[in-house]
């Protein structure tokens, strides 16, 4: 064992050991950013990168089980992703179905897609969908997978879904518009039934949310951490739930 690998290995025990989990984040979303970058700085392909980054999500998820986390979404594929070549993207949605099936064979956690699956070609579909129907009553972790994910794309789809709904009910416009409230949208969102994000966190050192979760993290805490996805350890891990104990949640107040 090399002297940096005990030194961080004794200041990950220490870290841990002063988090208080009564305090740490229900609900986590996490941007997974950076990983062709970590690649080009490895010397590597920009799918191994990807690779990388698919082979750290099971060892997070196991972080999150430790602190009490209940619901994790994690955003592998944004909508905006689709304007990539498609020597780029074929190889990263095979990844991408190679890891949620991958999540969903150890039977430790419960995958549920949150994204729009119009964009999405037949076979990343029905991993998707068969990852969901295959962990639906497993009683563990919530685990979000955002694929096709965009949070405009996500508004505009609980809207339209509203207004399908109460269309068939026989309501009018004008009825739908006195009685509407955010309670109304939020019942229609790729989360609904699920807490908000207490917490998102973003690799990579890039400091926005590109619309991640646009409607759900109105009242979230943001952790922008410099390392690359796939060198996210648990100390990184560890050090955000630190950061969001330590804040003091107003909610506008």
């Known amino acids: 064992m090399k002297l940096r690998d005990l030194v961080y290995g004794l200041y990950s025990r220490r870290v841990e050991r002063r988090l208080d989990v009564e305090q740490a984040p229900k609900h ?3 941007i997974l950013d950076g990983n062709r970058r970590w690649a080009k700085a490895a010397g590597g392909t920009a799918e191994q990168g990807h690779q990388a ?4 999500i099971a060892e997070m998820l196991g972080w999150c089980e430790e602190t009490g986390v209940e619901v994790v979404t994690l955003w592998l594929l944004s909508t905006d992703n689709f304007d990539r070549p498609q020597e780029q993207l074929v190889p990263l949605l095979g990844i991408i179905e190679d890891c949620v099936a991958g999540l969903a064979a150890t039977g430790r956690w419960r995958v549920h897609h949150v994204g729009t699956m119009d964009l999405l070609p037949d076979r990343t579909a029905a991993v998707l969908k068969e990852a969901e129907q295959d962990t639906h009553g497993i009683d563990g972790l919530l685990v979000n997978v955002a694929v096709g994910y965009g949070g405009r794309q996500e508004i505009a789809d609980a809207v339209r879904s509203l207004l399908y709904e109460h269309a068939s009910r026989g309501t009018t416009i004008e009825d739908l518009a006195e009685i509407l409230d955010v309670e109304h949208i939020s019942d229609h969102l790729y ?14 050192g ?3 949310l590109s619309g991640f979760m646009l409607w759900q993290s109105a009242h979230s805490e943001y952790y922008f951490c410099e390392v690359f996805w ?21 909610y506008g107040a």
């Open 191 to 204: 989360t609904r039934g699920q807490p908000d994000p207490d917490l998102v966190i973003r690799t990579s």
């Open 53 to 56: 980054g698919a082979d750290k």
């Open 206 to 208: 890039e400091q926005r």
């Open 230 to 250: 796939p060198a996210f350890r648990k100390v990184d891990f560890l050090r955000a739930l630190r950061d969001y104990a330590a804040r003091h949640r107003r």
């Open 28 to 30: 986590i979303g996490v």
